[in-house]
């Protein structure tokens, strides 16, 4: 099913979609409608429609009766609906705004049924996002140009006030630049800066969720960091990536470290955590940056590194277990296994970094040594993937979890009460282990409990 400029839709209609057809008219829209245009509609994130022709009420009453219906933020009159494919998505009625104060919060969003669809269309933020495409017909509502913007690769804004009514849509912007190779038209930019100082007002979930969009649906999210510094939006957003723009590396770089760093994060795996480390696994290096015997060096990085990746992914309102599983990576990343590394030592290798984190660690690495030209990555992450195959395939532990004892067993055989001192003897034992594999069964570890009593 085709609608003009060769958008088609590749299904038959929802029963759900024709019953309410019957009623009155029905419109994919938005996000939805261009990804069928570029072909890309296994990316879409969220499935919008707008219904003509009928009251709230009504449509209400009507979709209850299909599926599962909840006016969800009132004031906007959106409809989320839970269909019989259990999928769930917008619906909203033909919506207009009010202007109610000066302020760019200020106005308020009326719902109109008998509204032309195109008035809708022209209330949202680009003209990409600005089409919808009807359900009836299969005609294409774009009142904006939003298809030839598209053939054209070009981001327009809708007007001039669209970033002040809702700031967001800045980084929205920069993430539709990024993933959809678009060239942000001139205008369109100059309204960028001039009203990149208003994302300070934009909650920084919201900010997380719109760089999260790009890192994982941009083939090359780096486009939109480096726009977001041409542009002076970078430094409202994570102005440590800003300040590396510039800082010159040594022999074994060839790019600066802004540069680099973007470039690791375009190669590796789209992969939410893998992107953000190794978009950022380098940043500690301008604080860093020494000369030594003539030579530039970075020591000791991959800890400030580290602790400046926890404060913006902790500023981004990342969970937790991200922040922390981010630091890990980074202050880990600089490893290299070589054949003077002895079994004992890869096995401690892998304690440290823990088996669960390996694989990330590795393309992390990659990304890394890819972005550089290093030709022989490859060699050296295969030589360490084989050294870690090899001791992973012994019975051993790399964690007390993974000891012959436990915790209470050390008690027992010790003859002492709950206390730091069992993690003391545990620490102890999974030492030995990683030296000695061998020793790992419950009659050895208790030998060696029981000589730690005597000590």
């Not at 969800?72 to 909203?92: C, M, N, Q, W, Y």
């Not at 890192?215 to 970078?234: N, Q, V």
Request: net charge negative; with cysteine; proline share 4%.
């Amino acid at each position: 099913m085709s609608g003009k400029r060769g958008i088609t839709l590749d299904r038959e209609l929802f029963h759900w979609e024709e019953e309410i057809l019957d009623r009155c008219e029905l419109y994919l829209v938005g996000g939805v409608v261009r990804d069928l245009f570029l072909d890309r509609a296994h990316e879409t994130l969220d499935f919008d429609y707008i219904v003509s022709g009928i009251d709230k009420d009504a449509l209400l009453a009507l979709l209850e009766k299909i599926g599962r219906a909840d006016l969800v933020g009132k004031s906007f009159g959106v409809i989320k609906f839970r269909t019989p494919e259990d999928l769930t998505v917008d619906i909203a009625i033909p919506r207009s705004e009010i202007s109610t104060g000066p302020g760019h919060r200020d106005f308020k969003v009326v719902s109109d049924p008998d509204l032309p669809v195109d008035s809708d269309l022209e209330r949202r933020d680009f003209t990409v996002n600005s089409m919808a495409l009807s359900l009836r017909d299969f005609e294409l509502v774009d009142p904006l140009g939003g298809a030839e913007d598209l053939e054209k690769r070009i981001l327009r804004v809708n007007r001039d006030t669209s970033f002040v009514e809702d700031p967001l849509r800045i980084l929205r912007g920069v993430q539709f630049m990024a993933r959809f190779g678009l060239e942000v038209e001139r205008g369109t930019r100059a309204l960028m800066e001039r009203d990149r100082d208003l994302l300070a007002t934009v909650s920084m979930e919201r900010v997380r969720d719109e760089l999260n969009k790009m890192m994982l649906l941009a083939d090359r999210p780096g486009d939109g960091y480096i726009f977001m510094h041409e542009t002076g939006i970078l430094p409202l957003v994570i102005p440590e990536l800003d300040v590396a723009w510039g800082i010159e590396q040594n022999e074994f770089h060839p790019d600066d470290v802004f540069h680099h760093s973007v470039k690791s994060c375009d190669i590796a795996e789209k992969e939410l955590l893998i992107r953000w480390c190794a978009l950022l696994h380098d940043l500690g290096k301008p604080k860093m940056k020494m000369a030594l015997d003539g030579r530039t060096v970075f020591y000791g990085h991959e800890e400030e590194s580290a602790r400046l990746a926890g404060e913006i992914l902790t500023r981004l309102v990342f969970p937790v277990s991200f922040v922390i599983g981010a630091k890990h990576l980074i202050v880990n990343h600089m490893f290299m296994i070589t054949e003077e590394w002895s079994d004992s030592a890869v096995r401690r290798f892998i304690a440290r970094v823990g088996p669960e984190n390996l694989d990330d660690l590795f393309e992390i690495r990659k990304a890394d040594g890819d972005s550089r030209g290093d030709g022989g990555i490859d060699k050296e992450v295969e030589y360490s993937r084989g050294r870690i195959d090899k001791v992973m395939l012994e019975e051993t532990a790399f964690k007390r979890s993974d000891l012959a004892v436990t915790g209470t067993d050390v008690m027992e055989i010790a003859g002492m009460e709950s206390g730091p001192e069992v993690g003391v003897i545990l620490d102890g034992l999974l030492e030995a282990v990683l030296d000695h594999p061998e020793y790992n069964s419950r009659e050895k570890l208790e030998e060696l409990i029981r000589d730690w009593k005597r000590i």
